[in-house]
């Protein structure tokens, strides 16, 4: 959806980004080679060619337990090594509070990227906008509200990842910097927080 707003109207995105130009395209599942395999959601790009301006990983229903993004961010290094610019990297989540362990990552919050063709001058890119908004900041603010009232389709995900997070925070005074700390949701009966500490006499999680 967000690449054709943006096919639509890049305007918005491009000023977001800070790109000085309008001339950009978003590349979906774009494929990436050495220094790091895989398949980054977004990656914005001039029109005319595959020089890499911004970077956007969408984890809007999962949680990164492989180290994805550390290996993006070797990717996103060497591009920013060959082509001498900076390169904005954006996790795209629901949680606006999510914690992230990986520098020069940002989140950006679901809503608020859709939120951004909200003034567009495209009638069609305004509405469709809006309209996701609106639908997404339900799922933001019952996820700050009492569980058993929220109806929005992923508030429950939000609140656990959240939950996370907030657990996150406060073993970081005594719990060792490697300690795993995620919300998951898989079968019926599988643990929703879960949080794997080293043993104090092993030197491995």
Not at 16 to 27: E, K, S, Y
Not at 79 to 97: A, F, H, M, P
Not at 128 to 142: A, C, I, K, N, R
């Amino acid at each position: 959806m967000v690449a054709l707003l943006a096919e639509l109207d890049p305007l918005p995105l491009a000023q977001f980004l800070n790109l000085g130009r309008t001339d950009i395209v978003i590349r979906r599942e774009f494929v990436l080679t050495k220094p790091a395999a895989g398949r980054l959601d977004m990656v914005v790009t001039p029109r005319d060619t595959h020089e890499v301006l911004a970077v956007l990983e969408a984890k809007v229903s999962d949680t990164d337990r492989s180290g994805q993004l550390e290996k993006y961010e070797r990717w996103v290094a060497a591009q920013e090594e060959k082509s001498g610019t900076t390169i904005g990297r954006y996790l795209v989540d629901l949680n606006r509070r999510r914690n992230l362990n990986v520098a020069n990552w940002q989140v950006l919050n679901q809503a608020d990227l859709v939120g951004l063709w909200r003034s567009s001058q495209n009638p069609h890119c305004a509405w469709l906008s809006g309209l996701l908004f609106d639908s997404l900041t339900e799922v933001d603010t019952e996820a700050e509200s009492l569980i058993g009232e929220s109806r929005a389709w992923a508030a429950h995900d939000v609140i656990t990842r959240r939950l996370a997070d907030d657990l996150d925070d406060d073993l970081s005074a005594t719990a060792p910097e490697d300690r795993r700390v995620f919300a998951g949701r898989d079968n019926g009966g599988s643990p929703m927080l879960t949080v794997r500490l080293r043993h104090p006499k092993l030197s491995e999680v």
